[in-house]
Structure formats: structure tokens, C-alpha cells
């Protein structure tokens, strides 16, 4: 992040962070119901890769310029230098979570997780596996 450029165009990292997060989205909206059919409404608009994010709008300028995020920044793709750390029962780990919406089988869902789960044990017995949490269990 250039930070000359951030202070002449009035732009905070904060900002900066805000229309990342708000530009890259993917969610359900809802569904629309009409006699014919159902009409699922989604959000798609996950970026995964640095180019992906080099256009996402950052500030509109009184002159109607636009500063976007490859204007105050250098975008690379790659691993940061020290991931944020995730411990479970002070052990380091990685947290996985899986989501889903109101019309997919929750219950088939956690049946899916829980198989993936046991294959993967066996393939990699030197790690250990834990499901913290389980919303298919009332």
C-alpha cells in the first residue's frame, strides 16, 4: 500500500479494507416466488485472485475520478509471511467452516463433512481432526 497516495487522495487503510470487503461478496439474497417458478437470488462476486482485485473502486473523486485499489497499491498473489495464528485447546490449527443456505439439506450436509472428516484421518494419521461445532445437532 503506497502511502503517499493514500494521504493525497484522503483514503485510510480502514477504507481501503471496507470496499475490499464490501466488493467481495458472495451471499443469498432471498427467494422470489412467482406463479411459474422460484427464483433464487444470489450475490456472486468473490474475488480469489490478485488481478480480480485490482479494479475494486476504492473512493469516487468530486472530478468524478475513480481511485481504484491498483492505484494505491501492488497486488500480488501469494501467501502473507506470518498467518494469522488459530489455536483449538492451545494447539495450533486450521479452522475450517462450512456453510450452507436455507434450501440445502443441513442434515446431508453434515453427513458429507463428517465421511470427508474420517477419509481424510486415514490418509493423514499424523494430524488430528475435531468438529468444534455442529448445527445439525439440536
Known amino acids: 500500500m503506497d502511502e503517499h497516495l ?5 483514503i485510510t487503510i480502514k477504507d481501503v479494507a ?13 427467494e422470489l416466488k412467482t406463479p411459474e417458478e422460484n427464483i433464487l437470488i444470489r450475490a456472486r462476486n468473490k474475488n480469489y485472485e490478485g488481478v480480480e482485485f485490482e479494479e475494486v473502486v476504492i473512493k469516487a473523486l468530486p472530478n468524478g475520478n475513480i481511485i481504484r485499489l491498483k492505484d494505491v497499491a501492488v497486488i500480488t ?5 506470518q498467518p494469522a495464528e488459530q489455536f483449538v485447546n ?7 467452516k462450512v456453510s ?20 481424510f484421518e486415514k490418509s493423514h494419521p499424523q494430524l488430528t ?3 468444534t461445532r455442529d448445527s445439525s445437532k439440536v
Open 6 to 10: 493514500l494521504n493525497i487522495y484522503g
Open 18 to 30: 471496507i470496499a475490499v470487503k464490501k466488493d467481495n461478496v458472495e451471499i443469498t439474497g432471498g
Open 77 to 81: 498473489d501469494g501467501w502473507i509471511d
Open 90 to 96: 492451545g494447539v495450533p490449527s486450521v479452522i475450517v
Open 100 to 119: 450452507y443456505t436455507i434450501h440445502e439439506d443441513l442434515k446431508s450436509i453434515a453427513e458429507k463433512v463428517k465421511a470427508y472428516v474420517a477419509d
Open 129 to 131: 481432526t475435531q468438529i
